[in-house]
């Protein structure tokens, strides 16, 4: 884009912000009990409140409620919307006129990165919701590890039966270019593309010492409080004990168990490899870290399973620990 070009665009993508993106959205049901009951099935959420009767009529809340964070799932366009895009550009609903917009001058690739909701009451059966959703703010233009994009905020506001808010919904996503498709791949020469490595930690002054023993060194350090001999990570400058700032660490075994862990599904991020499991992991000496598990089934891998660790150069950018089920 030349700069009149981006000048244009950034023109035209602004004027998105402060419009509303839809009508008001009815719920296609009121809310109910079998849309609650599954709800909890599979979130496993077994508060008799939300399902037991009998129960919620004698607890504070003197008969069921929805659980809170069904909110937004009231007023959902239901199935219909997996064939939405196959509809003319001038039927669809402006946030995916704007999302078309944005993919096409570039910016392809989305991620979803924040949804904060504010809950005012509690939703009972019956109740009838609409949803009022606005784009409220989008970014100027950002810098990401992801590519260069803009964050797009939308805000919704959930009505009741009497116009009443009972809840909010702020939801960000990052519409980028994706990084590895900037540069013009020419194929036989040295514009081939370097493959993609993983996101590079970010390196300040208080860990970038902790980095350097990780790479220069392959250990797996613990900063130790010099004034009680506390261990703590990640690196920070003082000591959350006794406020000392004089430091040391020592070399973890880098043997430990999990303490809690996700597989990453969606989206795939290029230069990791899948099934991507992330965990924390409690080491033997008491402090947590933040890794991958490799090497595994994710089905093989359970919370308080022994893990033990390696320095690893993953990629070109990045040696980091990396661990193994034992
Ligand atoms: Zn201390």
Redesign the pocket.
């Known amino acids: 884009m030349t700069p009149e070009e981006k000048k244009a665009f950034e023109e035209k993508l602004y004027s998105w912000v402060g419009k509303e993106i839809a009508p008001p959205t009815p719920g296609l049901d009121d809310v109910n009990e079998a849309m609650i009951r599954h709800w909890c099935e599979v979130m496993g959420d077994t508060n008799p409140v939300y399902t037991d009767k009998a129960f919620a009529e004698k607890s504070a809340k003197g008969g069921l409620i929805a659980p809170p964070t069904m909110l937004q799932a009231w007023s959902m366009e239901g199935y219909p919307m997996a064939f939405a895009d196959d509809k003319d550009p001038s039927e669809q609903d402006g946030q995916r006129q704007l999302h078309a917009f944005l993919s096409e001058n570039g910016y392809s690739a989305v991620l979803g990165t924040n949804s904060d909701q504010e809950y005012f009451r509690d939703l009972k059966p019956g109740d009838k919701i609409t949803a009022h959703t606005i784009i409220d703010k989008i970014s100027e233009e950002k810098a990401t590890a992801m590519g260069n994009g803009y964050f797009i905020e939308t805000r919704t506001t959930f009505t009741d039966q009497n116009g009443e808010t009972v809840g909010t919904m702020q939801f960000r996503v990052l519409k980028f270019k994706p990084a590895q498709a900037q540069a013009p791949v020419t194929e036989g020469t040295d514009n081939a593309p370097k493959p993609p490595t993983r996101i590079r930690s970010v390196r300040g002054h208080d860990n970038s010492w902790w980095w350097d023993q990780v790479e220069k060194h392959n250990t797996l350090p613990i900063q130790r409080?010099?004034?009680?001999?506390?261990l703590r990570h990640p690196p920070r400058p003082f000591?959350?004990?006794?406020?000392?700032n004089e430091?040391d660490f020592i070399a973890s075994t880098m043997e430990g168990e999990v303490f809690s862990f996700i597989e990453l599904h969606y989206p795939e991020i290029p230069g990791y490899q899948y099934p991507l499991i992330c965990a924390v992991i409690t080491l033997d000496e008491g402090t947590r870290i933040v890794s991958n598990i490799i090497d595994c089934k994710p089905e093989d891998v359970a919370i308080g399973k022994r893990v033990k660790g390696e320095i690893m150069v993953v990629d070109e950018d990045n040696t980091i620990p990396q661990f193994r089920l034992v």
């Open positions: 409080c010099k004034g009680c001999q506390t000591c959350g004990e006794c406020q000392s430091w």
